[in-house]
């Protein structure tokens, strides 16, 4: 849970004491979960909620609360979108939106100092003395996200990770920017302001973890990783020069690739490239607004493998405008190219998105 554990670095380099519980990594009932509370003597319990999983959470919140009865406060992506009607359940006391760098440290501060009234800090959802909910409004997003604290991966037992086809252990996630200035319609990063991290920055955070926690493998999980080319390679070039040996994967588009860049990736390890490729069909690339034509998605496809490194192709079905003949022409565009790995998700239309 990439996310909390971003929160819980925030957290400790503001010097607030920190457990972290990863219910589903650990697999723990709620009676476990309740005595790892317990013994810990939490002032706040902290939660992550999505909208696909809000209600399953909503009744860990509940069943938790009966038992360790403190403040609950809440982010997460949903709660950016839903601010007023997720606050309508009882069981949440504060919500937090956008990152949570930019308001958690100033809403404990407010709250330890016992202050009833919190309409100056910007990105809280939080009750009046009158029961009412109210909303503060987003926090500005962080200007430079090199000065985050990195996730706090020593509060958790990272042996435990994986994805479905990393090769080894232990295994980590990572960011190395935030937002995507591309506007594809399914997806609810789209136009959000890209941020990225300086290579160095990034660079550091990977060879701290394989130093300090025996981290072999990594997925970078960019909305997409190489739209800055000098910047990825020279966090190529970085890791080459440091001897850090560790295999990873990104995730990117067709039309953000050069062949020189793929060179410096398969140098430092990068092992699989994840494409959204979507359809086999021109119009209903047009209508997802996927900039890239089908021709350069397969000499891209071509040049990576050429690189030496495995490609993961995406597609959706079920898009605006889809039917059975479009259907089958993406299924026979993805036994066209040459690709590792094949994923067909059905398409979800998600909050956020257009």
Known sequence: SLSLLYVAGCLQDNGVEVQFIDVNAENLSV???????????????????????????????????????????????????????????????????????????????????????????????WRNDAGEVIYNGDAPVLANISDCSWPARELQDNSLYYSFISKYKNFSCL???????????????????FRPRTPKDVVDEIELSYKEFGIREFDFFDSA???????????????????????????????????????????AGC?????????????????????????????????????????????MVGNPGENESTVRQTIRYALDLDLDYAQFSKVTPMPGTQ
């Not at 960011?175 to 302001?193: A, N, V």
């Not at 793929?262 to 140098?267: I, P, T």
């Not at 890239?292 to 995406?314: H, M, N, R």
């Open 175 to 193: 960011m190395t920017s935030r937002g995507c200035p591309y506007r594809c319609i399914f997806c609810e990063q789209g136009g959000l302001k």
């Open 31 to 125: 009676e476990e979960t309740v005595t790892r509370l317990k013994e810990f003597g939490p002032d706040y319990i902290g939660y992550t909620i999505t909208t696909y999983l809000f209600y399953q959470t909503l009744s860990w919140v509940r069943e938790l609360k009966a038992h360790v009865d403190v403040p609950t406060i809440v982010g997460g992506v949903h709660m950016g979108m839903y601010p007023i009607e997720s606050m309508s359940h009882d069981c949440l006391d504060y919500g937090v939106t956008g990152e949570a760098e930019s308001t958690l440290p100033f809403l404990l501060q407010a709250l330890m100092k016992g202050e009833r009234d919190l309409r100056g800090i910007k990105g809280v959802v």
């Open 225 to 267: 990783f190489t739209i800055q080319k000098p910047r990825v390679i020279e966090i190529c070039k970085e890791l080459v020069r440091r001897k850090i040996e560790v295999v990873w994967a990104a995730r990117t588009r067709v039309d953000c690739i050069s062949t020189e860049m793929l060179e410096w990736m398969a140098r």
């Open 271 to 315: 092992s699989r490239i994840y494409y959204g490729l979507e359809s086999g069909n021109r119009q209903i690339l047009k209508t997802l607004l996927k900039a890239a034509d089908l021709e350069q998605a397969k000499q891209t496809i071509s040049d990576t493998k050429a690189a030496g490194i495995d490609v993961f192709g995406y597609f």
